[in-house]
């Protein structure tokens, strides 16, 4: 990408991915509980009675495409935790999910009632991920960079934001802390040069992330009680935990399947590393949307490949990113990238890797080692080498 398009870009995902605290709202004092923000004056508004969502589609507004990405990041919400989404009318608090407000795409924190609560969408949040952001605002959840820790993780120069961006950067007072920092979220805005970095240089292209992470999973599982009843149902493994929208299977970490966690998902390879660098190329072919220009190309969601490296015990695994192409250099690595789990606790998001294509090796204790790439738009190839070292 050029530096221009990079630097639209980065404008349009700052003023086009917001939500504000709630669309004629803004004027009454929110307050925050943890990741899950409260309007303290209302307290039955706030989480979805039963963690269900009744909503319907303002069709007059918003076209089908624009209902596949939402549709598509209900059902990834609704089998990872115990949210519903309902069409069924009632007479309570409705959701209006509308593309009236041509400006911009933005969801209320929570449920903050009237009889038809609006959730504006336009065309530039159209992807799953961007509408999962939008879901998950919906159920009470503010930015990851608005959590009280986040000066932690981040370095954040509120001053040179805008007025209206402002509102997307500050902490919030009065909230918990559901889960540990992870900038892979879908909540976590992409970086702005110099004035919103990662404290961690190599999560720069991580924030933005459209791929909704076991952590943002795990936080609504939380915040609405969502559980299994028989919990020894199934015994998860690699840190999941039972699933519940469906408790004879676990929710995994990225880059692990099967029902307990314990297998390499599909597609992809599993691979024994030797002391010698061995070399693998795969590629994913994830197409080209062809009425469509700019970043309206790629699919609504990503297509995945996993490897897992396994070595004998007490081995550190090396990871050479040696070649990728047809990868499009973009924050937060919406159009693709790749992933080694680097990390000891592999809930959380390691470094993803988009722009820079000069080799990089990443290592890991992990065993196995998983590497996840991710691709919505055209032909990416890699070739990976890898070894283990004492
Ligand atoms: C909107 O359109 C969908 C089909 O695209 C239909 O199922 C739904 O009932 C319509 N909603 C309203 C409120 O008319
Ligand atoms: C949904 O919101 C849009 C935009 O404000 C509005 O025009 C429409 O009438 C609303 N639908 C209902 C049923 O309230
Ligand atoms: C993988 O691709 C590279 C070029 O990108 C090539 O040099 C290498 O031989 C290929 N390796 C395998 C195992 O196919
Ligand atoms: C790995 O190292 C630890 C401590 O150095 C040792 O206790 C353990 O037995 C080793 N495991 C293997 C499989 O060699
Ligand atoms: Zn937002």
């Not at 530039?124 to 952001?133: K, L, N, V």
């Not at 192409?325 to 993803?352: A, H, Q, Y």
């Amino acid at each position: 990408m050029s530096y221009l398009s990079h630097l639209i870009f980065l404008l349009l995902s700052l003023f086009f991915c917001e939500a504000r605290a709630g669309d004629n709202y803004d004027e009454r004092s929110i307050r925050a509980k943890r990741q899950f923000l409260v309007q303290n004056f209302l307290p039955e508004y706030g989480s979805w009675p039963e963690g269900t969502v009744n909503y319907f589609f303002d069709n007059a507004t918003f076209d089908f495409n624009q209902q596949k990405s939402v549709l598509n990041a209900m059902e990834k919400i609704s089998s990872h935790t115990c949210i519903k989404y309902s069409t069924e009318e009632n007479d309570d608090v409705m959701l209006n999910i509308t593309s009236y407000d041509s400006s911009n795409c933005w969801a209320a924190i929570g449920r903050v009632g009237g009889r038809h609560q609006r959730l504006n969408f336009v065309k530039h949040c159209y992807s799953t991920g961007m509408a999962a952001h939008e879901l998950i605002h919906n159920l009470g959840f503010i930015h990851a960079h608005q959590r009280l820790d986040r000066d932690d993780y981040l370095i954040v120069n509120l001053e040179t934001f805008s007025d209206n961006a402002r509102p997307q950067y500050i902490i919030h007072r009065n909230q918990w802390t559901l889960v540990p920092y992870d900038y892979g979220s879908v909540m976590q805005y992409a970086l702005t040069d110099d004035d919103f970095v990662p404290r961690d240089e190599k999560y720069k292209e991580t924030m933005g992330s459209e791929i909704v992470a076991f952590y943002d999973y795990f936080m609504i599982n939380q915040l609405y009680e969502c559980s299994c009843a028989n919990e020894n149902q199934i015994e998860c493994k690699n840190q999941g935990y039972p699933n519940p929208a469906k408790c004879s299977e676990c929710n995994c970490p990225l880059g692990y399947g099967g029902a307990d966690c314990s297998q390499r998902p599909e597609p992809g390879i599993s691979l024994e590393a030797t002391n010698e660098w061995q070399s693998t190329n795969f590629s994913l072919d994830a197409g080209v949307v062809d009425n469509e220009v700019g970043k309206y190309r790629r699919q609504i969601d990503f297509i995945y490949h996993y490897l897992w490296i396994t070595a004998p015990g007490n081995k550190t695994i090396q990871v050479k990113v040696q070649e990728m192409s047809g990868v499009e250099c973009s924050d937060g690595c919406i159009f693709g990238g790749i992933e080694v789990k680097t990390k000891n606790d592999n809930r959380l998001t390691s470094p993803r890797k988009c722009c820079d294509q000069k080799s990089e090796i990443f290592e890991s204790r992990n065993n196995p080692t998983v590497v996840m790439a991710f691709n919505s738009l055209g032909l990416d190839t890699y070739n990976i080498e890898y070894r283990f070292t004492d």
